[in-house]
């Protein structure tokens, strides 16, 4: 019932991202609600998943993995002794994810807010792929760009 909807806790994104064991900072540009939303779907698609291979509590086991997150968005960050001002990069340090910029719903080309969405939810489960990688002490750094395909199975 309405009655009991209304009942039930209600959580900003901070907070939510917070049961994930995320932070949101900035270094110049601002995050919006959608790209944070964006940020925490792709937590929950990852922990959901953790939790289907487990057994176990997914929020759990993405905790066990990740420790603290840190999501900073930024104007610009450096990779590999280059600066860039767009895309995503896991390379601040352990747990640290950059974000210079995500897919816009008005690209000069046509797309749907939802798949919009998607795009940026697998942009940062890509990012956070390379955090795993190094969390399990692999040091290869050619993981596979479908995170980034719409429609990947993530689930």
């Given amino acids: 019932t309405c009655e009991a909807e209304y009942e039930k806790p209600q959580y900003t994104l901070d907070q939510l991202a917070a049961k994930y064991g995320i932070t949101f900072t900035e270094d110049g540009k601002k995050w919006n609600a959608t790209n944070k939303a964006a940020a925490i779907v792709a937590a929950m698609a990852i922990a959901k998943k953790f939790g ?10 993405f905790r066990e993995v990740y420790g603290s997150l840190t999501f900073e968005m930024v104007d610009q960050y450096k990779y590999d002794g280059q600066t860039y001002k767009d895309g995503a990069c896991a390379c601040g ?3 640290k994810i950059f974000f210079a910029s995500f897919y816009g719903w008005d ?3 046509s797309r749907s807010w939802d798949t919009t969405m998607e795009m940026n939810r697998n942009l940062v489960a890509h990012e956070l792929g390379h955090v795993f990688d190094d969390a399990i002490g692999n040091t290869y750094d050619g993981l596979s760009r479908d995170a980034l395909i719409p429609n990947s199975d993530l689930y």
């Fill in 52 to 61: 289907k291979e487990t057994g176990r509590d997914g929020v759990t086991v």
């Fill in 93 to 95: 340090g352990t747990g």
């Fill in 107 to 109: 690209d000069s080309y």
